[in-house]
């Protein structure tokens, strides 16, 4: 069964960081491309990184760009998502997503549609 895991969630202050991790099973991601959602309450979902099948391209929005960084090993067959400088507007599920086939080059987020598999998600709170 092709599964994605993400852990790391969790209560942060602002100006705190996090760090999320999607562990996949069942395949390999090294054959996708891997991006992180959220959403928070009465809001719409909206793409916060994306890191192409070769990790050398990364996409962010301007809302976490400085702040956030994505990455990926292989060899554990897990990709992250380092948050720092966090901001109470962070708050949101995180949801990790594979793309099959993905793009030779790039990542995208703003087609969700090409997300085949996603986890179950965790909640980040950024609150003092």
């Known amino acids: 069964q092709l599964q994605l895991v993400e852990s790391g969630g969790g209560l942060v202050q602002p100006g705190g960081s996090l760090r999320l991790s999607c562990a996949a099973s069942?395949?390999?991601?090294?054959?996708?491309?891997i991006a992180w959602f959220r959403q928070a309450p009465g809001k719409e979902r909206e793409g916060v990184s994306c890191?192409?099948?070769?990790?050398?391209?990364?996409k962010y929005p301007d809302s976490v760009k400085g702040r956030f960084t994505i990455s990926r090993d292989d060899a554990k067959n897990t990709v992250y998502l380092q948050m720092n400088r966090m901001k109470p507007e962070d708050t949101a599920v995180y949801y990790c997503a594979a793309d099959y086939p993905p793009y030779p080059t790039m990542c995208t987020l703003s087609d969700e549609g090409r997300y085949d598999y996603w986890g179950q998600g965790t909640q980040v709170t950024v609150s003092s």
């Open positions: 069942g395949f390999t991601l090294d054959y996708y491309a």
């Open positions: 890191i192409s099948h070769s990790g050398i391209f990364t």
